[in-house]
């Protein structure tokens, strides 16, 4: 399940706060979430061309560029100031799924997130890009959509899962939908259903927006595996050839899942 993950290129990236707001608890938080990852973070002054062209709070820089930027209270709503019920019980819908180019600009950079009891937080960046990218396919409303949910009953059990689904399939979309058939989706919603015991059904969290050709939406993926009890890797990527072969690798493993873990 780790073949996506060869092709991605050697990469970092720093994430830059200004020291002189006031985004003590921003800093800690990013600091843990990204603690041992190939994204660091730091509160080193901008060159002053630099700070002069960026004003925001936290900037992000590759290569030695600055390559997004945004505000401190933009990055702790959509990662910090939520836990996952809000998602779950459909309390934040996809209207409110916008992600802040800051966190965009994380793409192409493999990261290890745990969920709950080790971390109440780190999880919640795999749900926020399962939502913005969501949120992207429906306001395209054509395209093809791939998601792993390990479980089906999630699109039942949990009514903010379920009603995301319900408005994705009233569009254009097609939707297919991977994991254990541990219940009996309703015909009403609307999905293609990929059921199994693969690793891929177990363990695959992977959501694939790919829009039809010739339109101006843009495809996006998050590809992302369980390694350990809630412990997950992954990585997000708006390349389209990567996107490609990620949803070709998902094809396949349904069809010939023989690939060891």
């Not at 700070?51 to 401190?72: C, K, L, Y």
């Not at 991977?178 to 219940?183: K, L, P, S």
């Amino acid at each position: 399940m780790r073949r996506p993950f060869e092709r991605l290129p050697p990469a970092s990236a720093t994430i830059r706060i200004d020291p002189s707001a006031s985004v003590a608890p921003l800093q800690d938080a990013l600091s843990r979430l990204f603690d041992d990852q190939q994204v660091s973070v730091t509160t080193d002054s901008q060159p002053d061309e630099q700070a002069a062209d960026h004003a925001d709070e936290v900037a992000v820089v590759r290569d030695g560029e600055v390559v997004a930027t945004s505000s401190a209270a933009a990055m702790m709503r959509s990662l910090l100031l939520v836990n996952s019920d809000v998602y779950i019980t459909g309390s934040r819908g996809l209207d409110d799924a916008a992600l802040p180019p800051t966190v965009q600009a994380l793409y192409d950079l493999p990261f290890r997130l745990d969920g709950y009891p080790k971390s109440d937080s780190e999880k919640l960046l795999l749900i926020a890009i399962s939502r913005a990218i969501e949120r992207r396919a429906l306001a395209s409303g054509r395209g093809t959509l791939r998601v792993g949910f390990q479980r089906l009953s999630r699109l039942v059990d949990e009514p903010g899962t379920r009603r995301v689904y319900e408005r994705l399939t009233e569009t254009d979309l097609v939707v297919h939908a991977y994991g254990v058939g541990d219940t009996t989706l309703p015909d009403s919603l609307g999905v293609t259903a990929h059921t199994g015991t693969t690793e891929l059904h177990r363990y695959g969290w992977f959501v694939v927006f790919q829009p039809p050709a010739g339109s101006d939406a843009e495809p996006v993926a998050l590809y992302a595996i369980e390694v350990g009890d809630n412990c997950w890797d992954g990585f997000w990527t708006y390349t389209p050839d990567r996107i490609d072969e990620i949803t070709e690798y998902i094809t396949e493993m349904v069809l010939s899942p023989s690939e060891p873990r």
